[in-house]
């Protein structure tokens, strides 16, 4: 049962050269708190678990943190912040969790340029933290 209440928030794929895990935000329930870059309880729970099952994979890490499109009303902080802010949060929760800071590859904030929703940039599944595993190509020679 909680397994599966977590589930809704994760969505897997596959990209160019390795497998995309994207943990997303559902209707009323964030995985950051607006504008913040303080993980929730909830998506601590589900960083465990995707650190768990990635702490022995051979494949370096990127982690990037996307916005929805609803403009932030924080002052001086943009999208930009906010996202780049989530995603080293996130950084920090897998590493806690097992995940060696040397198969970290990169940590990036897309703000809304990448919407997962296209035709709704304000759908809150585009709040999310994708957690690429990127896996090195065989040597050839």
């Given at each position: 049962?909680?397994?599966?209440?977590?589930?809704?928030?994760?969505?897997?794929?596959?990209?160019?050269?390795?497998?995309?895990?994207?943990?997303?935000?559902?209707?009323?329930?964030?995985?950051?708190?607006?504008?913040?870059a303080?993980?929730?309880?909830?998506?601590?729970?589900?960083?465990?678990?995707?650190?768990?099952?990635?702490?022995?994979?051979?494949?370096?890490?990127?982690?990037?943190?996307?916005?929805?499109?609803?403009?932030?009303?924080?002052?001086?902080?943009?999208?930009?912040?906010?996202?780049?802010?989530?995603?080293?949060?996130?950084?920090?929760?897998?590493?806690?969790?097992?995940?060696?800071?040397?198969?970290?590859?990169?940590?990036?904030?897309?703000?809304?340029?990448?919407?997962?929703?296209?035709?709704?940039?304000?759908?809150?599944?585009?709040?999310?933290?994708?957690?690429?595993?990127?896996?090195e190509?065989?040597?050839q020679?």
């Amino acid at each position: 049962e909680k397994l599966k209440e977590l589930k809704d928030h994760i969505m897997i794929d596959t990209v160019e050269g390795g497998v995309r895990i994207q943990i997303v935000d559902l209707e009323g329930e964030p995985m950051f708190p607006l504008s913040s870059a303080e993980p929730t309880e909830k998506a601590r729970e589900i960083l465990k678990v995707v650190a768990e099952n990635i702490k022995d994979e051979p494949a370096r890490v990127a982690v990037e943190g996307h916005t929805d499109a609803v403009p932030f009303r924080g002052g001086k902080t943009t999208n930009w912040e906010l996202s780049t802010a989530r995603a080293s949060s996130a950084r920090r929760e897998i590493e806690r969790y097992g995940v060696a800071p040397e198969k970290i590859a990169r940590v990036v904030g897309y703000a809304d340029t990448l919407p997962l929703i296209k035709d709704d940039p304000k759908d809150p599944r585009n709040r999310r933290i994708s957690i690429i595993l990127m896996f090195e190509k065989e040597k050839q020679g």
